[in-house]
C-alpha cells in the first residue's frame, strides 16, 4: 500500500494544504525535516476525507508553527512542555510536533517528554500501529512504517503498539473505539486483551480527559457506531456504571449518519438513568449537557395526557432543544405528538394583551397575570378564537362575579 505526496497534499482541505506547504518550505530553509503523521496518513489511505493535519519536525514546533501562521494570517499556539504547537484555520487546523519520546510516571499522568528523538523513536511513542505512520514532506517516496500500520490498515486490524499503553494513558480506549468505528477495524487478539484488561485504568483519568474523548465521540459521523464498540469493550461501564448504550439509545441512532453535540449525545445515553448524577460529576459534564438531559428526562417521563394538560405543558415549557432532540431520539412515537403540542403551546399567545384587559376592566395587579394565563390555555384548547370572544368571556365572568357579592353593609 503506498502512500503519495502529491496526493495526500490535494486530499488535504485547501487552508490545510497551504499551511503544510508553507511548513515544509520553511523547514527546509532552516535546514530542518518535516513529515505528515498519523491520522491524516490513516484516513487517507482509508479513503475518508481529510479535515486536519498532523506534522512532526527536528525543529522547534513553536517557532515554525508561529512563521507559517504569520504568512497565513492565522492564529498559532505553543506548550513548549510538551513541544507542541497548534495553528488555527477556521474549522481546521493543523498540529505540529518536536520529534519526542515520552515517558509516564504513573498511570493517567500526563508524560515527561525528552526531544531530540528519530521518527522512528517517535511513532514508537504512539498507541495504535495505524497511527504510526509518517511521510516526510520533500524527502524519500517511502512511508515510515516501522510497525506495519498500512499492512494493519489494509487487515482492517486494530494493532496497540505495546503492552503499557492503557496502562500509560487509558483515554486510547475511547480513541481506538473511534479508530475502530470508523475504519472498520477489529483488535487482534492481543490488543483485545489488553482492551478487556485496560478499563482498570480509567480511573486514573481525570473527568476532563475524558469529557473532551466524550465530545470527539459526539464529533464522530456515526457516534452510534463507536458507542456499540465501547460498551461492547466494556469501556463505558469502566468509565461510569451509569453510562451504558442501552435498547432505546441504539435505536435513536442507529440511522444516524451527522455528528451529535456532546450534550445530546449525554442525554441519549443518560435520560432517565437513576444513577446519572454521578456520571455527570465522573464526566466533568458541563451545566448545558446536564441540563440536557435532565430535559430529557421530564419529557419522557411526562403522561400521556400531557398534551391537554395546561399545567404539564407549562411545566415542559423550560426544556431546551438539546433534551428534546434526544427524547424524540429515544421515544419517537410518543414525544413526537408530545412536541408538536408543545410547540403549539408557546405558540400559543392570549387574544388580550394586559392594556387590553385593563380596558375592559380588569384591575392592575395579580389578577391580570391570572388573566393573561386563563386567556392563553382557552384559546390554545380551542374554546376562544378571537379577541371579542375573549371580552365577552371577561365581562360575563365580572358580571357573575359582582352578581354574587353582595353589597357592602348586608348580610346574607
Sequence with gaps: MRVDEGSLIGALPPDVARAVGAASRLARRRGGRLWVVGGAIRDHVAGIPLRDADLATDLDAASLAVEVAGRLDAV??????????SIALGEHRVDIATLRTE??????????????????????????????IALELGGRVEAVDPFAGLDDL?????????????????????RGARYAARLDLHPDAETARLIEAGGAWLRSISGERIWAEFERT????????????????????ST??????????????ARRRSPLDAARLLAVMLAG??????????????TEARRAVEDATRLLDAPPEAARDIEALHALESTGAAGREAARMLAPETQRPLQAALRRWERTRPHLDAAALVRVGVAPGPALGVWLRRLRAE?????????????????????????????????R
Design 273 to 286: 438513568e437513576a444513577g446519572r448524577a454521578g456520571a455527570y460529576e465522573r464526566l466533568n459534564a458541563p
Design 240 to 253: 461510569h456504571p451509569a453510562l451504558r448504550y442501552g435498547p432505546a439509545a441504539r435505536r435513536g441512532l
Design 76 to 85: 498559532a499556539s505553543g506548550w513548549p512542555r510538551f513541544g507542541t504547537a
Design 103 to 132: 515517558r509516564y510516571l504513573r498511570p493517567g499522568a500526563l508524560p515527561v517528554v525528552h526531544f531530540d528523538a528519530t521518527i522512528e523513536q517517535d511513532l514508537a511513542r504512539r498507541d495504535f500501529s495505524v497511527n504510526a
Design 154 to 174: 489494509r487487515a482492517r486490524r486494530l494493532r496497540v503498539l505495546h503492552p503499557r499503553s492503557f496502562r500509560d494513558d487509558a483515554t486510547r480506549l475511547w
Design 379 to 411: 384559546r390554545y384548547l380551542g374554546n376562544l378564537s378571537s379577541a371579542s370572544e375573549a371580552r365577552r368571556l371577561i365581562r360575563r365572568e365580572r358580571a357573575a362575579l359582582e352578581a354574587a357579592t353582595p353589597p357592602r353593609g348586608t348580610t
Design 218 to 237: 459526539a464529533a464522530e459521523r456515526r457516534p452510534g457506531r463507536v458507542l456499540a464498540r465501547l460498551d461492547a469493550w466494556g469501556v463505558l461501564r
